[in-house]
């Protein structure tokens, strides 16, 4: 089955984000394909790279960059919910890229299932 992830969870506060990252692990696990990750409203803080956590808690923006680079996955980011929250591209965590609502839209009209976290 092909799946698009919805993350609007923060990437700390709350246990959305990392709920949907341990949700795609599995999906890829189980031989299942992801053809968007699209983070919106607060979910776009998973994409800061200022984010700091301190060194016993788990960095889940780093996560997010080693599930993408090692499936080639696409981590979408809603931009107008990134720039009313401050994040452009000079703290735009790499591989992840700002995009419209039409591209997460054509990405659900290819999918057999969305999901949101």
């Known amino acids: ?10 990437v700390y506060g709350s246990q959305a984000a990392y709920l949907a990252y ?3 692990e599995q999906l890829l696990a189980s031989g299942h394909e992801i ?12 994409a800061n790279v ?13 996560h997010w960059k080693k599930l993408a680079e090692n499936h080639r996955l696409s ?3 809603c931009i107008s919910a990134a720039q009313r929250r401050g994040i452009v591209k000079e703290n735009l965590a790499k591989p992840f ?3 419209g609502l039409g591209e997460f839209s054509q990405a659900v009209l290819k999918a057999d299932r969305l999901l949101t976290f």
Do not use: T, W
């Not at 089955?1 to 609007?8: C, D, E, F, R, T």
């Open 75 to 77: 981590l979408h980011l």
């Open 50 to 62: 200022l984010v700091n956590p301190a060194s016993d808690e788990v960095n889940l923006v780093e």
């Open 35 to 46: 053809r968007q990750i699209f983070f919106f409203q607060n979910g776009v803080s998973n």
């Open 22 to 24: 341990q949700f795609a």
């Open 97 to 99: 890229i700002l995009a």
């Open 1 to 10: 089955m092909q799946y698009v992830l919805a993350v609007k969870g923060e």
